[in-house]
C-alpha cells in the first residue's frame, strides 16, 4: 500500500485534489488496493492511480462506481459536478456541455491539434508554454472531454487541419510524432475523418482563425469560436451558415483523407528520424 501512497496531494490545492484526497482515504478505510477498485470500477489500475494524485478528471459513472463499491452513499457522485465545474474555465463550460450532446463535430484549427484529438503529453506540453498554475487540471479535464469519442452513440467528428499544425512542433519532436501517429489511429475509426490543407493551397477561407461546429440531436447546428481569454458559442442561422459555408470551402481545398493521412504519417516518420 505505501507505493500507492507515494503521490498524495494536498486535498486544499483544488476540487480535484480533494475529490483524489477522498477516493484514496475511503478506499484505504475499505482496504482496498487500487487494483482492487479498479476491478470493481471496471476501469484500470493507472486510471484510479491518476484520479488520486489528482492528473486526472474522474468521469461521472466511475464516481457513481465508486458510491456503489464503497458505500459512500452517494457523495462521490454529489462531488463530481463541482470537480468539472472548477476544472473548466467558466465560459467553456457550455461548449462541453454541447459538445456531449453532439451527433457531429466540424473543427478546422489552424495552429494546434483538436483538443479531442490530443495526446496527453501534447495537451501538456501547450499548457506548460501558457505557464498556467492550473496546467494539470486542464491536462485532466481535456483528457476527460475525449471519452465522448468512446460512446457507442459518439459523433462523428471532421477535423480539417492548416498544414502549420503538422509542422509546429509541440513539446519535442517525438512527443509531435507520437501526437501524429495518433491522429492516423484515431482517423481509423471510420466515424473520424481528418484532412490537411497544405501550404500549396496558399490563401485559405478561414485565415483568421479556428472554429468548432457541432451538429444537435435536433438538428441544429452552433458555432464555437475560442480567444485567448473567453469563447463564444454561435447560434444565428445566418452567422452559422456563413461558418458552415466556409467548412465546405476548406474541405475542398483540403488534400483527401488518404492522402492528408499519407501527409501526417510522412511528417511523423520525419520528426522519428
Request: contains cysteine; glycine residues 6%.
Amino acid at each position: 500500500m505505501a507505493a500507492e501512497n507515494a503521490l498524495e496531494v494536498d486535498p486544499k490545492v483544488s476540487t480535484l485534489a480533494y475529490f483524489g484526497t477522498e477516493l484514496r482515504i475511503r478506499r484505504e478505510e475499505a482496504g482496498m488496493s487500487q487494483v482492487k477498485l479498479a476491478r470493481l470500477t471496471f476501469c484500470t489500475h493507472s486510471y484510479i492511480s491518476r484520479i488520486e494524485s489528482a492528473s486526472r478528471v474522474p468521469s461521472e459513472e466511475f464516481a457513481q462506481r465508486c458510491d456503489e463499491v464503497l458505500g459512500t452513499g452517494g457523495m462521490f457522485t454529489r462531488l463530481w459536478p463541482v470537480v468539472i465545474e472548477h476544472a473548466y474555465p467558466d465560459w467553456f463550460r457550455p461548449f462541453v456541455e454541447l459538445e456531449k450532446d453532439a451527433t457531429g463535430i466540424w473543427n478546422f484549427q489552424n495552429q494546434v491539434v483538436p483538443g479531442l484529438l490530443q495526446t496527453e503529453e501534447y495537451a501538456r506540453a501547450l499548457f506548460a508554454a501558457g505557464r498556467l498554475a492550473n496546467a494539470e487540471e486542464l491536462v485532466a479535464a481535456r483528457m476527460t472531454r475525449q471519452h465522448i469519442l468512446e460512446r457507442d452513440d459518439r459523433a462523428r467528428l471532421w477535423a480539417v487541419l492548416d498544414e502549420n499544425v503538422l509542422r509546429r512542433v509541440v513539446g519535442s519532436p517525438a512527443v509531435m510524432a507520437r501526437q501524429l501517429w495518433a491522429l492516423v489511429e484515431a482517423a481509423a475509426d471510420q466515424r473520424t475523418i481528418v484532412q490537411v490543407v497544405p501550404y500549396d493551397v496558399g490563401a485559405h477561407a478561414s485565415m483568421d482563425g479556428a472554429f468548432v461546429g457541432m451538429t444537435m440531436d435536433d438538428g441544429t447546428d452552433v458555432v464555437c469560436t475560442e480567444g485567448r481569454v473567453r469563447g463564444f458559442v454561435i447560434a444565428s442561422s445566418d452567422a452559422v451558415s456563413e461558418y458552415s459555408h466556409t467548412y465546405d470551402l476548406l474541405r475542398a481545398d483540403a488534400l483527401p483523407p488518404r492522402a492528408s493521412l499519407d501527409m501526417i504519417a510522412a511528417r511523423a516518420k520525419e520528426l522519428a528520424s
